[in-house]
């Protein structure tokens, strides 16, 4: 099974930036397609961003053009990073396998809240 451990979410501003990473453990990583998902009070989980591994991308329409998705297979590491964060953006965020659009794996979540 592959272990995610996410990092780099916080508090910031409307407006500003985070880059959030998962660093995942096994062999397989370069197979799997990997997705970032967010999960806000009293809403379901979201996908957010989805990168193959071929280095295909998708994102919700809510993030088009904010965010971006990469991988660096030799590291193991997938990033999201955010720009222009809106208050609709605060949720935990969760990095994730993904096989055919549905999650496998999952990271712990790491918050990310911005404030206007």
């Known amino acids: 099974q592959v272990q995610l451990v996410e990092s780099g979410g916080g508090l910031v501003q409307a407006g500003g930036s985070l880059r959030l990473s998962c660093a995942a453990s096994?062999?397989?990583?370069?197979?799997?397609?990997m997705g970032w998902y967010r999960q806000a009070p009293g809403k379901q989980r979201e996908l957010v961003a989805a990168?193959?591994?071929?280095?295909?991308?998708n994102y919700a329409d809510s993030v088009k053009g904010r965010f971006t998705i990469s991988r660096d297979n030799a590291r193991n590491t997938v990033y999201l990073q955010m720009n222009s964060l809106k208050p609709e953006d605060t949720a935990v965020y969760y990095c994730?396998?993904?096989?055919?659009?549905?999650?496998?794996?999952w990271g712990q979540g790491t918050q990310v809240t911005v404030s206007s």
């Open positions: 096994g062999r397989i990583f370069s197979i799997n397609a």
């Open positions: 994730a396998t993904v096989f055919r659009s549905d999650p496998l794996d």
């Open positions: 990168i193959t591994s071929g280095g295909r991308t």
